[in-house]
């Protein structure tokens, strides 16, 4: 079962990858439900020390559901939002990677650039957070496939990679997120020949 779930996220990983532009309400609503779930979860065992775990994961899957079906249908404010998500998690990697401490409101700003620059170039920015987002999805459900010691968010097992696993590891990610890119942007026939972007009808206009 455990194995299933794994195939089932690379599966995702590597459709949100190659298709995430064609399939951007999908990737939306899902990217919208992790937010609503993690937050509600997190303020859910913050009231509850954890004690309550049914009562947190019903709640979590409602409060996942409203926040997915507003990205879907509220359009322009998903796709601020998840630029805005990759602005912060971009500058999180590059805090991480010079090993450098960083006050949270600092946070605001990438926030904020990312969010503008995907209303305002919106092909090429959705594109290029679909391709790397799920590239590194796909190469982490297949790491943990492969290692089930696997654990990125443990700083005792990051501490513990090597420098060429950490190299082998962020090699994967890019050369996988570029063919993504490269294959959404340049292979696929562009908005306006022979296939429409997956846009609600609202804002085709704009």
Not at 7 to 35: H, N, P
Not at 56 to 61: E, F, G, P, Q
Not at 88 to 104: C, R
């Amino acid at each position: 079962m455990y194995n299933f779930l794994l195939a089932a996220v690379v599966l995702l990983g590597v459709l949100i990858c190659f298709f995430g532009y064609r399939m951007v309400k999908f990737v939306l609503a899902v990217a919208g439900f992790i937010l609503g779930a993690s937050f509600v979860a997190g303020f859910g065992f913050t009231l509850t020390d954890g004690k309550e775990i049914v009562v947190i994961l019903i709640a979590a899957v409602a409060g996942g559901l409203i926040v997915g079906a507003l990205f879907l249908f509220l359009y322009s404010a998903g796709v601020f939002l998840i630029g805005a998500i990759f602005g912060i998690l971009l500058f999180s990697g590059i805090i991480g990677f010079v090993n450098s401490n960083t006050s949270p409101i600092l946070y605001i700003l990438p926030a904020l650039v990312g969010g503008i620059l995907a209303l305002l170039l919106q092909k090429f920015m959705i594109i290029l957070i679909t391709s790397f987002t799920g590239a590194w999805v796909s190469v982490m459900a297949v790491l943990y496939f492969i290692s089930s010691d696997f654990s990125p968010f443990r700083l005792e097992f990051i501490d513990r990679l090597g420098e060429n696993q950490t190299y082998r590891i962020v090699f994967s990610w890019l050369a996988l997120g570029m063919l993504g890119f490269i294959t959404q942007y340049i292979i696929f026939p562009k908005k306006g020949k022979n296939t429409e972007a997956v846009v609600p009808s609202d804002e085709q206009g704009v």
